[in-house]
């Protein structure tokens, strides 16, 4: 299926669409002009398509089918769809021009790299569940992680402000919300992935007991993903304790990021792209 032209051809039509809406995003930041509405509607559009794919793909044979590919792919297309509905709360076109081209690349990924089927998953709706949750995690700290970037590179435009006030950074300026508002959005994010990642590890836990008879394997994935967690957790531990905000909040942000890529995009990726493993 992934090789046929029809199939090829949708996900080249919905990364030129995804890199359109990005181009529209960067031209409605020029001062007098603005397209949100017709945007919104053609994000909405890409984001319902982007979806069918990945249902279609993903859960629409016997086998539940799941890789690096797709791993990338659904996050980015759950960030697409955060940011969508955040779009109509507070202006996002900064956070858009991150991940509308990161989505446009994201939906080429299961073209390269197809992953497997995981049979374990084809009579187990929990198993399935436990992978959604997942990835939901992933696309909201994904989000928080992009959200923490464009903050930092905020907090520096205002303490080293361009000597021009409409070059590049302050164009970009023109398409967030104030830093508060940023920083609000951060541990919005982060309080709900962190919820769905402690639901994921728990969960994995569980199924690692079922699957392979004992709750904790000692692997590359799981020591990453409690990482992941730790940091996270610390962070609003931190938050709620101490106060912590701005670039603090912001390292550990990140820092916890990078743990949660490694714990099974970064695995996906040596087996599969280096490795040729599935």
Same mark, same amino acid.
């Given at each position: 299926?992934?090789?046929?032209?029809?199939?090829? /051809?949708?996900?080249?039509?919905?990364?030129?669409?995804?890199?359109?809406?990005?181009?529209?995003?960067?031209? *409605? /930041?020029?001062? &007098?002009?603005? =397209?949100?509405?017709?945007?919104?509607?053609?994000?909405?559009?890409?984001?319902?398509? =982007?979806?069918?794919?990945?249902?279609?793909?993903?859960?629409?044979?016997?086998?539940?089918?799941?890789?690096?590919?797709?791993?990338?792919?659904?996050?980015?297309?759950?960030?697409?769809?955060?940011?969508?509905?955040?779009?109509?709360?507070?202006?996002?076109?900064?956070?858009?021009?991150?991940?509308?081209?990161?989505?446009?690349?994201?939906?080429? /990924?299961?073209?390269?790299?197809?992953?497997? *089927?995981? *049979?374990?998953?084809?009579?187990?709706?929990?198993?399935?569940?436990?992978?959604?949750?997942?990835?939901?995690?992933?696309?909201?700290?994904?989000?928080?992680?992009?959200?923490?970037?464009?903050?930092?590179?905020?907090?520096?435009?205002?303490?080293?402000?361009?000597?021009?006030?409409?070059?590049?950074?302050?164009?970009?300026?023109?398409?967030?919300?104030?830093?508060?508002?940023?920083?609000?959005?951060?541990?919005?994010?982060?309080?709900?992935?962190?919820?769905?990642?402690?639901?994921?590890?728990?969960?994995?836990?569980?199924?690692?007991?079922?699957?392979?008879?004992?709750?904790?394997?000692?692997? =590359?994935?799981?020591?990453? *993903?409690?990482?992941?967690?730790?940091?996270?957790?610390?962070?609003?531990?931190?938050?709620?304790?101490? &106060?912590?905000?701005?670039?603090?909040?912001?390292?550990?942000?990140?820092?916890?990021?990078?743990?949660?890529?490694?714990?099974?995009? &970064?695995?996906?990726?040596?087996?599969?792209?280096?490795?040729?493993?599935?």
């Amino acid at each position: 299926m992934h090789s046929e032209p029809f199939y090829v /051809l949708v996900h080249l039509a919905l990364a030129a669409l995804y890199v359109l809406l990005a181009w529209r995003s960067w031209s *409605a /930041l020029a001062p &007098g002009r603005s =397209h949100a509405a017709r945007e919104r509607i053609g994000l909405a559009l890409a984001i319902v398509i =982007h979806g069918a794919l990945l249902g279609t793909d993903m859960f629409g044979a016997s086998d539940l089918r799941f890789g690096f590919g797709y791993a990338i792919s659904s996050t980015l297309w759950l960030a697409a769809m955060i940011v969508w509905l955040q779009s109509f709360r507070a202006p996002v076109r900064g956070l858009l021009l991150v991940v509308l081209p990161l989505a446009a690349l994201g939906v080429m /990924l299961p073209l390269l790299f197809p992953g497997a *089927a995981i *049979a374990a998953a084809r009579n187990s709706p929990a198993l399935r569940l436990h992978l959604l949750v997942a990835m939901v995690a992933y696309g909201l700290l994904t989000l928080a992680a992009l959200q923490g970037m464009l903050m930092a590179s905020y907090d520096r435009q205002l303490h080293s402000p361009a000597p021009e006030s409409h070059g590049l950074s302050a164009r970009l300026l023109n398409g967030m919300p104030p830093l508060l508002t940023m920083e609000r959005l951060l541990f919005q994010l982060i309080g709900a992935g962190f919820v769905l990642l402690t639901g994921t590890v728990v969960s994995g836990i569980w199924f690692s007991e079922q699957l392979f008879g004992r709750a904790f394997r000692f692997e =590359h994935k799981t020591v990453f *993903a409690l990482a992941a967690w730790l940091v996270f957790g610390g962070l609003l531990v931190g938050r709620a304790a101490f &106060g912590w905000r701005g670039r603090v909040a912001v390292r550990w942000t990140l820092g916890g990021f990078v743990m949660l890529l490694l714990a099974y995009v &970064g695995t996906r990726f040596v087996l599969e792209v280096i490795l040729n493993r599935y």
